[in-house]
């Protein structure tokens, strides 16, 4: 605790304990009673906000009466002294160096790299006692730096910190350092974030612009859209930036240009509701004076869907995989860390997905689904998968994997697979990724199309999330003494129309919906306001779906359940709009002659699925007879 340096080595193995067992750290360590601890307390308060503030606050109690002083811990102290930026903010990444005055000689200097999409503040570094000749040294080495004030430092550093709080994922440890930027009294005018951003992002010619408008879209940045789209357009754009819709190629295809006006042609591949849409747009943009372009007017030409079998869907791009067996973790990670620009994406069921990246700087091309990335690499159980879309890359990583003398891994296989595998893979469905291989293709999607996705949240602060649910439920079970489960129902529409499930646990909670639209939705309503009590912990689609929790202890206890359930999903499914039924729901295709040719395929396919799988692991699945006879009483009702 003497040091930042041992604050920050403390953090890093709080971090490694699980997080519902930190409190339990925490009330277990304020029973030392030594006087050091005291300060520890105040870190992690100052760390991790209202998460621990009541353990800590509980802690401090005891070492106040039991006489221990326990006085609040100034971490920083120090004059601010230079501040430079990446000029990069066109990428929605930028490297940004804070230099302080303290009472040391060198100076206190703060390394931050931000991203202005969900990653936010992802990685802090810190140099202590920095020569000032050195300082200066480097920052002529580094001349494309453009000096900022600190206004400007804590306006970078919020904007992206709050992206952190927006989409609910952790920023870089460091927070008792780097809280002095996030107080919000230091805001830019409007007038100075736009001269901000003319500074920090260089001049793009129409081409580049639009190319920068794809990066920006993929990224989810709003605020560098915002930068380089007239006011008039934003609210046409707003659409785009829905969490249901994922972009994955963007190009431009013509450009005509004079000295003030631009028309620039472009198309676009984007993943909505498990579909692909292939879309053309023209820009118009306009120069303003001395200040570059500007998208001024913005059309949708045209849109259809694309074909799962199509070579242009870009789910079909071939990747190249390697799958090993770990033989020893630790070893493993240890050779991990020497691969530069790897970062976590996600957390797994049974393990993590990495990916590592470098930085797009030719804005003369467009976005694909792999722009920037490198290699993604899965640790999954018992296995390490490589992916990649270069064979000689594979290679590379292979040759470090067994590089060592005593090798972590030891190789299964190599393939070479579409993307849709892959995200199969990384759904967290299978364990391993033979058993992807080995799936048929029909097996990726439930025969009657319902996709139950459950979205999975950390809780830092539980009451808020209760209040939350208590307000959004319209009924509860007692599951055991550890969770309940929720449900909620759409009241808008049908009857008993089921909407979302909440299960939740002491230090989680999970949210699931069927289809990516409706998970849109209630996510939008839960997660409203509760930025700062939930931490994102990753999306999966549930393959028991809406009866996982119905184990025959509580199918004992609560009787009534199941058959609510069963009303629940049938309902659901009658009047949902079902990709398998060209998009009409059972209801609709039940009224006309294609519809119903379409309906009895899909039965017949749930009887080939019943019959092949003998209903094994299937417990509480629906029967065809149960889909049959919802049809024909509905049917019968109207």
């Given amino acids: 605790m003497g040091d930042h340096d041992g604050r920050l080595f403390i953090l890093e193995i709080l971090e490694e304990i699980p997080h519902d067992l930190r409190p339990l750290l925490v009330e277990n360590l304020s ?92 990685n802090f570094l810190l140099v202590e006692n920095m020569p000032v000749r050195q300082y200066e040294r480097d920052r002529e080495d580094l001349a494309e730096m453009i000096p900022v004030s600190y206004n400007e430092v804590c306006y970078l550093i919020s904007q992206a910190y709050q992206l952190n709080i927006r989409n609910m994922t952790r920023p870089a440890l460091g927070k008792f350092l780097y809280q002095k930027y996030l ?103 306009t120069r303003l004076n001395g200040h570059g372009w500007e998208i001024s007017q913005w059309e949708r030409l045209s849109r259809e869907n694309v074909n799962a079998l199509s070579e242009v869907n870009p789910l079909n791009t071939k990747v190249f995989c390697r799958v090993y067996e770990i033989i020893d973790l630790d ?122 996705i459950t979205t999975r949240y950390l809780i830092k602060q539980r009451a808020q999330v209760m209040e939350r649910i208590n307000q959004l439920k319209n009924m509860q079970f007692d599951i055991s003494d550890n969770y309940q489960v929720f449900y909620q129902l759409d009241k808008t529409g049908n009857p008993q129309s089921f909407m979302a499930e909440y299960l939740l646990g002491s230090s989680w909670v999970e949210v699931s919906a069927f289809g990516e639209t409706d998970m849109a939705k209630v996510r939008e309503n839960f997660e409203a306001g509760l930025y700062n009590c939930l931490e994102y912990d990753g999306m999966e689609v549930r393959e028991s779906g809406l009866f996982d929790i119905l184990t025959p202890e509580l199918k004992k206890e609560q009787p009534e359940l199941e058959p609510l359930l069963k009303e629940f999903y049938l309902n659901k499914w009658y009047y949902s709009h079902l990709n398998s039924l060209s998009g009409m729901s059972p209801s609709e295709a039940s009224q006309t002659e294609e519809g119903t040719r379409l309906l009895w395929t899909m039965f017949k396919q749930i009887k080939q699925k019943e019959n092949a799988i003998g209903n094994r692991n299937k417990q509480f699945r629906i029967h065809l007879k149960e889909y049959v006879r919802t049809v024909e009483q509905k049917k019968r009702r109207k």
């Fill in 331 to 452: 070893d493993l990670f240890e050779t991990l860390e020497r691969i530069d620009n790897m970062r976590q994406v996600e957390e797994l069921p049974y393990g993590i997905h990495m990916r590592v990246t470098y930085e797009e700087d030719d804005f003369n091309q467009g976005v694909t689904m792999l722009t920037g990335i490198i290699a993604d690499l899965i640790v999954n159980g018992e296995e390490l998968v490589i992916i990649t879309c270069d064979f000689p890359t594979l290679m590379d990583f292979h040759h470090l994997l067994m590089s060592d003398t005593e090798v972590a891994v030891s190789s299964r296989g190599e393939y070479e697979v579409n993307m849709l595998t892959v995200y199969s893979y990384l759904s967290g469905q299978y364990l391993y990724f033979e058993d992807v291989i080995a799936a048929e293709e029909d097996d990726l999607m439930p025969e009657d199309g319902m996709r139950f």
């Fill in 183 to 285: 107080g919000g009294e230091n805001a830019l005018t409007p007038r100075e974030e736009w001269e901000l951003f003319n500074r920090l992002s260089p001049r793009l010619g129409p081409r580049q612009l639009v190319n920068a408008f794809f990066r920006g879209w993929r990224e989810k940045d709003w605020s560098y859209i915002s930068y380089i789209t007239s006011e008039k357009v934003l609210d046409q754009l707003t659409p785009l930036f829905s969490v249901s819709i994922q972009l994955l190629e963007g190009q431009v295809e013509e450009v005509y240009a004079s000295r003030t006006d631009a028309r620039v042609y472009t198309r676009t591949l984007s993943l909505q509701e498990h579909e692909c849409y292939k879309e053309e747009f023209i820009f118009h943009l």
């Fill in 31 to 122: 029973s030392f009673y030594e006087p050091a601890m005291a300060d520890f307390f105040y870190l992690l308060k100052a760390e991790y906000g209202k998460e621990m503030e009541l353990v800590c606050n509980r802690a401090l109690e005891k070492y106040s009466l039991s006489g221990i002083p326990v006085n609040p811990v100034q971490f920083f102290k120090g004059t601010f002294y230079k501040a430079y930026a990446t000029p990069s903010r066109h990428t929605s990444r930028i490297a940004l160096d804070v230099a302080w005055h303290t009472e040391n000689r060198g100076l206190h200097v703060e390394c931050f790299y931000l991203a202005y999409n969900s990653d936010g503040l992802y």
